[in-house]
Each structure stands twice: as structure tokens, then as C-alpha cells.
């Protein structure tokens, strides 16, 4: 290659890479509800339990208001819960509220 060529490819390299560097971010996919609790493998009630956990965003107004999630943000969450230790299970209590021990009763399947 002639220094003329190598000069007019860097240039060309050069507008193709401040293109990119210019054009708008791609706007983030947001999930429903249903969509992130397949991908929980969760109902889509657990979702809403930890709604602010998963950093839904509100469509509208009210306590009806469907809720969007942000993709990333799903598995942000899910990573930095992965983090923290999961907390122990409560013993069933073993005794009713004035003491009395609780009688061994099971039910039948």
C-alpha cells in the first residue's frame, strides 16, 4: 500500500468509528411481568412481590398500573441477590402462645 492509501483507509476507518460512536444508544428492552417471571422461573405474582427489587417502572397511575422491567436490571438484581447469603428458615413454633406444647398432628396426603 502507498502512503496515500493507508492515509485514505485510516480516514475511512476513522468516519466509520465516530458513526458509530454517534448514534443513539439502543433503547433498553423492557419485560412484562409474565416475560420475567418465565425467565425467574417464578409466577408472575412473585414478580410482583419483588416488584422494587427488579426495579419495575410504572406505567401510569394507581395500584392497577402495569409494570415494565428493564432486562439488565433483572439480571443486575438477580447476580447481587445471588451475593447475599439466603437467610435460615423459622422453626415452627413448638408450642401454642401460653406455652402448651403443640400435638404431633399431620395431615393426610
Keep these: 500500500m502507498t502512503p496515500d492509501e493507508l492515509e485514505r483507509l485510516a ?3 476513522a468516519d466509520r468509528v465516530l458513526a458509530r460512536l454517534q448514534a ?3 433503547a433498553p428492552s423492557l419485560l412484562t411481568a409474565e416475560q420475567v ?3 425467574l422461573g417464578v409466577g408472575r405474582d412473585a414478580v410482583y412481590a419483588m416488584a422494587d427489587q427488579l426495579g419495575a417502572k410504572r406505567l401510569g397511575e394507581g395500584p392497577r398500573a ?3 422491567f428493564d432486562a439488565a436490571r433483572v439480571d443486575e438484581a438477580l447476580t447481587a441477590d445471588a451475593k447475599e ?3 435460615m428458615r423459622r422453626k ?3 408450642t401454642t402462645t401460653n406455652g402448651a406444647p403443640l ?3 399431620r395431615r393426610r396426603a
Excluded: Y
Design 85 to 87: 447469603p439466603v437467610p
Design 37 to 39: 417471571a418465565q425467565r
Design 66 to 68: 402495569r409494570l415494565r
Design 11 to 13: 480516514d475511512l476507518v
Design 24 to 26: 443513539p444508544a439502543p
Design 103 to 105: 400435638l404431633n398432628v
Design 92 to 94: 415452627r413454633r413448638q
